[in-house]
């Protein structure tokens, strides 16, 4: 059964194609640093915010036209399971993600559930063997049920504790028969309200046994996905223990659990901790730790999540500038639409321009990215800006050679200090004609 049977296979046209079902910059099989766009970017369809997502809002009821809502539950959920390949089939999208809550209905006990999850996956499982999609990553959904209202592995509530836990044996257990490629931690209710009744200490344990039950069970069965962290610094929990990169990390560090994750940064993510995208990717680059993103972006008008899809160009070059840098590029990770439609943008057209848009988005900072790389524009500006660290007493800094001491015998003989000027709107400048000849 066909859900979008008014859009074509989205095909590339080029940038002068006024043809609006049609990338202008997304060539799949294009090379760009020596591997095609599609094997650099990996892209997803977040299965939460595509099929699932009604427009809500706090002040509105849903606005999206979908014609799966007026079907009972199971059934839903297999027509999204159909929309979900059509889709990525017309938009030759090669992976989709998601949470156990976002496909299939929950049920009154754990085993009507789990039930439910059988019946879906083994629809999904048979859609993947006949279209070649594959799954990036999934997770499982342990913060909108009300019995998490205190956190799921970080409860003052051991019973809840349990049910987190037989809850993620599951969707463990889903992702290796699924093939999944990564397995995503968020801890959405995975922090506190008040230090007033926390004990934080024993939260923080709790996650980090919880975590190791993880990486314990999925040896135990054979999955073998990358485990990834996805930082937030708050929404919903006013402070959230994967506050971001360097929080997750230094974590991951104190429970000896560096060297089973990385993380998955989103962009939205890093605005909301005060933070720069390119400075979440470059924190978990320079540590190892950088393993796949969520491509949105926030309004900085706005103080919380919008998951805008993402359209600004120098977001996304500088985010693949740092992707390109990465050790083996992106890796078993990819770059996920966790972005929704705007709530006006209610007809089924709007799902494919909003993944259109992405796309292109992404097309083109990967190109800007690669021209940065490969003419040094920026590397040549950061080597030149700290070569006295390359030479003299900067090298004897560098090398562990030089002590206070003879730190202070070289000022008391040296010239007066003079620096540099860093040149940043020269740079900026720079930048931007860079990305705007692509």
Known sequence: MSHFSNVPKIQYEGRDSKNPFAFKHYNSQEIVFGKTMEEHLRFAVAYWHTFNASGADPFGAGTAVRAWDSLSPLDRSKARVEANFELLEK????????????????????????????????????????????????TVNLFTNPRYVHGASTTSN??????????????????????????????????????????????????????????????????????????????????????????????????????KFKLNIEANHATLAGHTFEHELRTA???????????????????????????????????????????????????????????????????????????????????AAAKLIENRVLDDIVSHRYRSFSEGIGADIVSGKATLQSLEAYVLQAKPIRNESARLEQIKANLNDVIFSV
């Open 91 to 138: 938009l030759n999208v090669p992976f989709y993600a998601f949470h156990d809550a976002d496909i299939a209905p929950e049920g009154a006990t754990l085993a009507e559930t789990n039930k439910n999850l059988d019946v879906i996956v083994a629809m999904l499982k048979d859609y993947q063997k006949s279209t070649g999609k594959k799954l990036l990553w999934n």
């Open 285 to 367: 680059r320079i540590n190892g730790m950088l393993g796949s993103i969520d491509a949105n972006q926030g309004d900085p008008l706005l103080g919380w999540d919008t998951d805008e899809f993402p359209t600004d160009l120098v977001t996304t070059t500088l985010a693949m500038f740092e992707i390109l840098k990465n050790e083996g590029g992106i890796g078993r990770g990819g770059v996920n639409f966790d972005a929704k439609v705007r709530r006006s943008s209610f007809e089924d057209e709007d799902l494919f321009f909003a993944h259109i848009a992405g796309m292109d988005t992404y097309a083109r900072g990967l190109k």
């Open 158 to 259: 051991a019973e809840v504790f349990a049910y987190a836990a037989a809850t993620l044996k599951k969707g463990l257990e889903v992702g290796k028969e699924l093939g999944a490629e990564n397995y995503v931690f968020w801890g959405g209710r995975e922090g506190y309200e008040s230090l007033l009744n926390t004990d934080l200490k024993l939260e923080l344990d709790n996650l980090g046994r919880f975590l190791h039950m993880a990486v314990d069970y999925a040896k135990e069965i054979g999955f073998d996905a990358q485990f990834l962290i996805e930082p937030k610094p708050m929404e919903p929990s006013k402070h959230q223990y994967d506050f971001d990169s360097a929080t997750a990390i230094a974590f991951l560090q104190s429970y000896g659990l560096k060297d």
